[in-house]
């Protein structure tokens, strides 16, 4: 599958994407039937649409959330787990998913650089919330503290991602560089992989599709994260 092996100095950097939760049933963006098929982005993924149709927003990420309590971790998400704890130290996830479900197969240290759907916050107080602890089912959930509307915590196109120190300071020195279900169209994460390469990382991509900056990965392996990674996974620590 493949023979790159990690070397003991070795730091590796992952990137994810939806197409790494399909397996687990959370449809992705932009395949057939994906959410932008169905959803207009401009009406429910940017600050003016919240501040012109909050109930329409809401809409969109309450029955993404609620989705959440019927979703587990696939093969995928644990076997990025495992790597982690193999390469203590010397291993960043990068994630553009918002599910949370990499936290919840264990991995550690997660950069969910366009937030997440289990946490809200004040549009007016700036006042964070669990999602949990507020009820989602009202129209557009208030603030408890001052009455405001709340947020999904979700970074939406126009608005700066987050983490990006952490992510530059990650792909400075990353040898090996994975990109693991995603299309590649949505920037700055698109554009890490020209950084890797830049960087003279070695760049290994997992998808179902090719992906639109299929040339500039060494290796791509056409298919379903969740049968894919395990065994590759295995292999780049030199087990089998
Ligand atoms: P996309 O929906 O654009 O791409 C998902 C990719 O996953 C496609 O290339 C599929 O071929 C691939 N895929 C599907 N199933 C797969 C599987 N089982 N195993 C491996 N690959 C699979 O989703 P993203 O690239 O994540 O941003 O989209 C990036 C951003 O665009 C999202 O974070 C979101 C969206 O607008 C915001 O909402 C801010």
């Known amino acids: 599958m493949t023979d790159y092996r990690i070397k003991p100095k070795e730091k590796v950097v992952v990137l994810t994407g939806a197409g790494i939760s399909a397996e687990s049933g959370i449809k992705t963006f932009r395949d057939e039937n994906g959410l932008w098929r169905n959803w207009k982005i401009e009406e429910v993924a940017s600050y003016d649409a919240f501040t012109q149709n909050p109930s329409l927003v809401w809409e969109f990420y309450r029955?993404?959330?609620l989705q959440l309590s019927e979703v587990s971790p696939n093969p995928a998400h644990h076997a990025l787990a495992e790597f982690e704890d193999k390469l203590a130290g010397r291993y960043t996830l990068i994630t553009q998913n918002v599910d949370g479900l990499h936290l919840e197969a264990g991995s550690r240290h997660v950069l969910e650089m366009h937030g997440s759907l289990r946490r809200t916050f004040c549009d007016n107080c700036g006042k964070k919330y669990a999602t949990n602890e507020i009820n989602v089912h009202?129209?557009?959930?208030?603030?408890?503290?001052?009455?405001?509307n709340l947020r999904p915590d979700i970074v939406w196109f126009g608005e700066i991602p987050y983490s990006l120190d952490k992510i530059e300071a990650a792909?400075?020195?990353c040898d090996l560089f994975l990109v693991i279900g995603t299309s590649g169209v949505v920037y700055p994460a698109a554009g890490l992989l020209s950084i890797?390469?830049?960087?003279?990382?070695?760049?290994?991509?997992?998808?179902?599709d090719a992906p639109s900056n299929l040339?500039?990965?060494?290796?791509?392996h056409q298919g379903k994260a969740g049968e894919i990674l395990p065994k590759l996974l295995n292999e780049l620590t030199g087990e089998f």
């Open 138 to 148: 009202e129209e557009v959930p208030e603030c408890k503290i001052c009455g405001g």
């Open 196 to 208: 890797a390469r830049s960087n003279n990382s070695y760049c290994i991509g997992v998808n179902l």
């Open 63 to 65: 029955m993404r959330y």
């Open 171 to 173: 792909m400075q020195g």
């Open 215 to 220: 040339g500039l990965l060494n290796e791509f």
